[in-house]
């Protein structure tokens, strides 16, 4: 295995992709290297699992105005020119996957979670923890990104928890086709149901809120104790941020970690598709007498009459009603935000057309 596929590098030889294959050639210089950490300051990359170093970073990212999409974050491969103090980065290669949510706040704005994963991990504790709402908001935000997702239940071993019947509850997310694996997460053997998406070159972050046992897991995956634990508050099993940011980490098995801090909002960024994730209740839509149908009072609705015959599940149909409210709340200022950039750039260049005509082209 070389050091690049042993930091998640996805090709076995050359970059077969187009984009990629693009990119490089068109810096001869520089090599590719992996953004392991994310800061304020900059960023910490890495060309084998042994060594990583903080290269300096293209001068856009540095500006207040520059998306934060349009940064690099953890999973992200870029291209390097220099050494030690010298180093640079010189490109962003395209990405073939990304985890995003909408920023807090009143302003449109994307955050990127990480970048190039093939599979999540959305960890989720057999506590107060549980909770299949979170769920399902998760594996929005992850079909939207091209992610594969796993829901891995920790703390099976814990009094009172109850595998089947978490399973149970979660009979719809296993009807999309999302694996759930329940683990002990202080469990070698336990957590090695989770080695089929573990293998060579593969990439898995972790996604869940604190006190879920995402360190903990880490650090049983990694054999040692890489990742700081806390124990849960008493009383409501509420975690502590005992991960304060992203960072990527190689495994034995040749698959790259990723942990990160615990997300209590969860906001869609207008780009997901709700009917994809509830391929289920949109089935069953289609029987609707109106095909805008809003689930509420119209009559000849077949999603509720579906909800009175017990069909389906009335707290996964309220998300999915309360999330595409939410998706299309996002979508409208998406658009709007879209629209307010074209029309910067559209004014831009009649700005610059007036001044080249009054003063002439430099």
């Not at 490089?24 to 170093?53: K, L």
């Not at 070159?201 to 990694?222: D, F, I, P, Q």
Request: aromatic share 4%.
């Amino acid at each position: 295995m070389t050091p690049l596929r042993a930091i998640g590098w996805p090709y076995a030889g050359p970059p077969t992709d187009p984009a990629w294959a693009q990119a490089i050639s068109a810096h001869p210089h520089a090599r590719p290297a992996r953004v392991t950490e994310q800061h304020r300051s900059g960023y910490v990359v890495a060309e084998s699992p042994d060594e990583s170093y903080s290269p300096e970073s293209l001068p856009d990212w540095q500006r207040a105005k520059c998306p934060p999409e349009q940064r690099p974050a953890v999973g992200d491969w870029v291209l390097v020119e220099g050494a030690g103090n010298s180093a640079r980065i010189v490109a962003l290669l395209p990405r073939f996957s990304a985890i995003k949510r909408g920023a807090a706040g009143e302003h449109y704005r994307q955050q990127l979670i990480a970048a190039n994963i093939d599979t999540a991990f959305v960890v989720c504790g057999l506590d107060a923890d549980f909770n299949p709402r979170r769920i399902e908001r998760y594996l929005l935000l992850l079909t939207q990104g091209g992610v594969g997702a796993v829901v891995v239940l920790t703390k099976a071993d814990k009094d009172g928890a109850d595998p089947d019947d978490a399973m149970r509850t979660l009979s719809a997310t296993l009807a999309q086709g999302v694996p759930v694996v329940a683990v002990n997460a202080k469990d070698r053997d336990s957590v090695d149901a989770l080695s089929g998406w573990l293998g060579e070159g593969c990439s898995v972050v972790l996604v869940g809120s604190s006190g879920a046992g995402k360190s903990t897991l880490s650090n049983t995956l990694l054999g040692i104790d890489r990742m700081k634990t806390a124990a849960v508050r008493a009383g409501d099993d509420r975690g502590r941020h005992t991960t304060t940011h992203r960072a990527l980490l190689a495994m034995p098995s040749g698959a790259c970690l990723i942990d990160t801090p615990g997300m209590r909002e969860l906001k869609p960024t207008g780009e997901e598709d709700v009917a994809e994730s509830f391929a289920d209740i949109e089935a069953i839509a289609e029987g609707c007498r109106f095909r805008d149908c809003k689930h509420a009072q119209e009559p000849g609705c077949a999603v509720r009459a579906a909800l009175e015959r017990g069909e389906l599940d009335a707290g996964r149909v309220g998300n999915f009603l309360k999330l595409r409210d939410e998706v299309a709340v996002a979508s409208s200022q998406l658009a709007a935000r879209l629209a307010q950039k074209s029309n910067a750039r559209v004014q831009g260049k009649a700005l610059n057309k007036r001044l080249d005509e009054k003063y002439g082209k430099h």
